[in-house]
Structure formats: structure tokens, C-alpha cells
């Protein structure tokens, strides 16, 4: 059998592991190609888009695609939603592996949004030196606050026209040490943090800093993602692909 992982996560790459090494089945790791350097997993691999539901549908087929899982990132949800619509218009299994959110625990002091515009609407009035971990791709949601400082990490740097607020750009991937996290909130003078809620442990490490150093975090709640089948775990993962080789 020949499965799709729709990766770019290190869930993606753990799982792609471990069926390369299961017998009776092909796995193709898909990475979307957003950042320069992505970490490649080993095995059969194709990187960049597919041109919608119509294009994954086509590279369905035309790769005899039998399984689908979709282990992208928690916000990556139009590429979820193609998923679902292609897998349904193929009529093959689709399995999403995804990673279970942070939960606020005593000591954090959250303020929870659902998009990055409400996001850069509290910070209004409320912030004066933010450490903004969104990525490359959503600093113009916060490029009009010119008011306010940013320290802005993320992977790749933001192109030439990008919008962007002022502050300064901090080219760094993950994993983080904690011990770093806790260096830039005191040195920085950081007063709160803008975070996706990504869950996993690459980037927890800041919000435990922040928990012990008082700071308030606004955290961004995940879209919605299809109806369908959902584990958490890669083990998991790797059990439903036994058990559809075996059926």
C-alpha cells in the first residue's frame, strides 16, 4: 500500500520514520515549501504545493495513492480542509494526526483570541515591548502598531514588501531551551508574548518562562479543522496504518 503524509511537523517526520521501516508499505512525505531550509525527512519526498483539491485529487491518482494522513501543522487548516475534500473525491482512508493544544495552568496569564487581528487589537494600550512568535507570515495584522516594540522570531525573514512592524527580526527554529527563552524575556524587557497555541514541546518553553516571570501572554487559538478521524499520538498513527494493511 502507498500512503501520503502531508507533513512539515516533527510528528510528520517521526511518523514517516517509522513506516519506512514497516514492510508492505510506500510512504510519499508532501512538505508545503514554505520555509528556505525545511528539515527533509528521509524517503520519498516531494515538496510545494498541489494547486488545491483538483491538484491533490490529480496527484492522488495519478501516484495510486491508497492512505492519507495529514500531519500538518495545527494552523495550516486549508490544507486539512483540501485534504478532506480530495480523500472524500477519491475515496480513500484519511487519518489526521494532530497534536493536542497547550492547556493554561496555574501561574499563566493568558488572554486567549481567535485570530491575529484580535491579537493585535489587545495589545492596544496594553503592551509596549512584545516577543512576536507568529511567524513570518501574520506581521501585517500587526504592522499598524507603530506604538508599541516587537521582538519578532521566526524562521525564515519576511520579504522585501512585507509589512512589518517596527522592532527587530530574530531568525531562529526550534527547539527552544528554556534557559534561552528566560535570557530574552529579561533582557528584552518583554512584557508579553503573542503565541500560536501550536501545543507540542519546540516552543513550550516560553510560555513556561512566562509563567515564571509574570508576563501576560495572548495566545491564539487553533481554526477549525474537517470532520474525520483524529489521533494525538504517532504511535497511534502508525497502529491505524497496521491496521488498514491488514484489513
Known sequence: MRVLILGGTGEAAELGAKVA???????????AGRTREPSVPSGNVR???FGGV???????????????????????????????????EVEIPRLMLIRPPWEKVKG???????????????????????????????LAAF?????????????????????V????ILCDRGPFALDNE????????????????????ATYAKIIAARELGVQVVMVNRPAVPAGEQV????????????????
Open 21 to 31: 521501516t514497516m514492510n508492505g508499505i510506500e510512504a510519499i512525505a508532501s512538505l
Open 47 to 49: 515538496i510545494g504545493g
Open 54 to 88: 483538483a491538484g491533490l485529487v490529480e496527484y492522488l491518482r495519478q501516484m495510486k495513492i491508497d492512505l492519507l494522513i495529514d500531519a500538518t501543522h495545527p494552523f495550516a487548516n486549508q490544507i486539512s480542509f483540501n485534504a478532506a475534500a480530495a480523500a472524500q
Open 108 to 138: 499563566d496569564r493568558w488572554i486567549e483570541v481567535d485570530s491575529n487581528i484580535i491579537a493585535a487589537s489587545v495589545l492596544e494600550n496594553q503592551a509596549q515591548r512584545v516577543f512576536l512568535t507568529v511567524g513570518r507570515q501574520e
Open 143 to 163: 504592522a499598524r502598531l507603530k506604538d508599541i516594540w516587537f521582538l519578532m522570531r521566526m524562521i525564515d525573514p519576511p520579504g522585501q514588501d512585507a509589512l
Open 165 to 168: 512592524p517596527p522592532g527587530v
Open 182 to 201: 528566560r535570557t530574552i524575556l529579561i533582557q528584552q524587557n518583554i512584557d508579553t508574548i503573542v503565541s500560536k497555541n501550536s501545543g507540542g514541546d
Open 232 to 247: 494525538a499520538e504517532v504511535d497511534t498513527a502508525v497502529a491505524w496504518l497496521l491496521e488498514k494493511l491488514q484489513s
